[in-house]
């Protein structure tokens, strides 16, 4: 609460307002251990794989193939971006 408050505060001082409610209507969001905004290209990203591979890509079905070639896709794709080796890439869906 210690940067919070000292944001919201300066909030405060900068509309020359000294009312709480007023400064409130700005929301100052540092709770990212929690949960954060996802941002617009990554949830464009996660309902088109939701709305067109939703198959477990476990199974042997075609939507399930087509999830796993998918997830194959992904999974070399961020191999990429992170610099990563040949190695085993997982994805959680949790912490």
């Not at 700005?26 to 949830?43: F, R, W």
């Not at 193939?65 to 610099?83: C, E, I, P, W």
């Amino acid at each position: 609460f210690g940067i919070f408050s000292h944001v919201l505060a300066d909030n405060i001082s900068r509309k020359n307002d000294t009312s709480i409610s007023a400064a409130m209507h700005t929301e100052i969001y540092l709770d990212a251990n929690a949960t954060s905004a996802v941002h617009p290209a990554a949830l464009a990203a996660a309902t088109q794989a939701m709305r067109d591979c939703y198959g477990n890509p476990s199974s042997s079905h075609a939507t399930g193939l087509k999830a796993k070639a998918m997830l194959d896709g992904v999974r070399t794709l961020a191999r990429r971006v992170l610099g990563a080796g040949q190695g085993r890439l997982t994805f959680t869906s949790g912490a």
